[in-house]
């Protein structure tokens, strides 16, 4: 069982998370810690310049208001709403918290996958933890 688990969670996919969730409570030690994470993607700068900065952070509220709502009956969990790089973001958070253990979705791997890769794939590869994808 787990003592620290993380769940790293879209923005954009706040619906997604009562799988996670339930993954999660079946995997915890009783008294176990979940923290939710959700990481809003940096915009390229010549992109931010061009765009008010008010637009960011509507966007901001509106994604961290839906995960709340998504997690109004979860008491215990604890949400984080940052901005950067998911997969580095996600890493770091893995060590900020201490986790043992992450739940991440993956998704069906389309064109910028290959080239790019996906977030829970660089997850899987370098966390220093166990990780559970759901897909």
């Given amino acids: 069982m787990y003592h620290n688990i993380l769940i790293p969670v879209a923005p954009d996919h706040p619906e997604r998370l009562s799988e996670q969730l339930s993954v999660a409570r079946a995997l915890a030690a009783d ?29 901001q509220d509106e994604a ?29 958070k893995i060590k900020d918290v201490g986790a043992d253990l992450v739940v991440v979705r993956s998704h069906k791997p389309d064109m910028s996958d290959w080239f790019l890769g996906s977030t829970a794939g660089r997850v899987v590869r370098h966390a220093p933890c166990g990780v559970h994808v759901i897909r």
């Fill in 31 to 59: 008294g176990a810690k979940i923290t939710v994470v959700s990481v809003i993607e940096a915009v390229p700068l010549y992109i931010a310049a061009e765009v008010p900065a008010v637009i960011f952070e509507q966007a």
């Fill in 64 to 92: 961290e208001e839906a995960l709340k709502t998504a997690l109004k009956d979860e008491a215990d969990v604890t949400l984080q709403v940052v901005h950067g790089h998911a997969p580095t973001l996600i890493l770091d």
